[in-house]
């Protein structure tokens, strides 16, 4: 089944030309199926282009899935027009009163400030908590994840030396995990970041599981069994030249910077990189979604009633 987007989101014809299957509302409603309702709370100033990296993994699942579209309410994005915001977005205010299957909670350029600096902590606070609730399983993000985990089980994060930035190996911990189904056992996941989690904080807490890990990069994606959430902590969602976009931002913003590790062919950033992460990236979004649908209550007014 396709997913269920606006035929007017920038996605919907960058998501058809790469043979991702999308429907209308028309066409959606036509169909005697519960769509899966996934909502995605997007904290990226270039909001458009997180829209596309996430709606197409979230839409390569065969189950019909509707995404819902979601910002801080008092948090004004730096690179995306209000009018595409009012188009496509409701704030969590308004649709805090609804259930979703499936939750997304995106990362944030804003690793290096103390959670309780943030401007808008305080209704993170108040949208985590009412994952536990509204949210049959959620699926966090770099910042989102390291702002999950810290919620939740107290794990601090710790400024590194310089940005973890590359393409790096990682290790496939727990091969019989629902989420880790048909997985390699080593795999490589770009990073991006300016701080990190560390394995004997999580391991700190019983309800914790590490899942993948790289022996350079640390601890990458953690699941918790109770609450059903994932928390991963690199960009398996990134697109091919995401790496050097932001690699070739700070160049010519004279900020100082190191060539992604393992990224461009030859080290050479005139030479168009290779994905190599993107089939693993698939297969962890549709093992989630999977589990999803094999777990969430066919009325989706019932979810968080179990707890």
Same mark, same amino acid.
């Given at each position: 089944m396709p997913i269920k987007i606006p035929d007017t989101l920038p996605a919907f014809e960058t998501l058809v030309q790469e043979g991702v299957r999308v429907m209308t509302e028309t066409v959606a409603i036509r169909?005697?199926?519960?769509?899966?309702?996934?909502?995605?709370?997007?904290?990226?100033?270039?909001?458009?282009?997180?829209?596309?990296?996430?709606?197409?993994?979230v839409g390569a699942s065969p189950l019909q899935v509707e995404l819902s579209l979601i910002r801080i309410g008092g948090h004004k994005?730096?690179?995306?027009?209000?009018?595409?915001?009012?188009?496509?977005?409701?704030?969590?205010?308004?649709?805090?009163?609804?259930?979703?299957?499936?939750?997304?909670?995106?990362?944030?350029?804003?690793?290096?400030?103390?959670?309780e600096d943030v401007t808008y902590w305080k209704e993170m606070q108040e949208i985590l908590d009412w994952t536990e609730t509204?949210?049959?399983?959620?699926?966090?993000?770099?910042?989102?994840? &390291?702002?999950?985990? =810290?919620?939740? /089980?107290?794990? $601090?994060?710790?400024?590194?030396k310089e940005k973890a930035f590359g393409v790096y190996r990682h290790r496939n911990l727990k091969p019989s995990s629902i989420y880790l189904n048909g997985f390699s056992d080593n795999f490589e996941v770009p990073v991006s970041r300016w701080t990190e989690v560390r394995r004997a904080d999580i391991e700190k807490s019983e309800s914790?599981?590490?899942?993948?890990?790289?022996?350079?990069m640390g601890v990458c994606l953690v699941h918790e069994k109770r609450g059903r959430r994932l928390y991963m902590f690199n960009h398996v969602e990134y697109d091919s030249t995401s790496l050097s976009?932001?690699?070739f931002r700070d160049v010519e913003a004279g900020v100082p910077i190191? &060539?992604?590790?393992? =990224?461009?062919? /030859?080290?050479? $950033?005139?030479?168009?990189?290779?994905?190599?992460?993107?089939s693993?990236?698939?297969?962890?979004?549709?093992?989630?979604?999977?589990e999803i649908y094999q777990t969430t209550p066919y009325d989706v007014e019932e979810i968080g009633m179990d707890l």
């Open positions: 169909q005697d199926i519960r769509p899966l309702q996934i909502g995605l709370l997007n904290l990226m100033p270039n909001k458009i282009k997180t829209e596309l990296q996430m709606a197409r993994l994005a730096k690179n995306t027009s209000e009018d595409h915001l009012l188009a496509f977005y409701q704030t969590w205010e308004e649709v805090k009163q609804r259930k979703f299957d499936g939750f997304i909670i995106t990362g944030a350029p804003i690793e290096l400030l103390p959670y509204n949210v049959h399983s959620t699926m966090n993000v770099c910042w989102g994840a &390291m702002a999950a985990i =810290y919620h939740f /089980h107290g794990v $601090p994060k710790y400024e590194l914790l599981e590490i899942l993948m890990e790289s022996s350079e976009d932001e690699y190191k &060539m992604p590790h393992n =990224y461009f062919p /030859h080290n050479d $950033p005139a030479l168009a990189p290779q994905n190599r992460w993107r693993h990236a698939h297969l962890l979004f549709g093992n989630w979604i999977n």
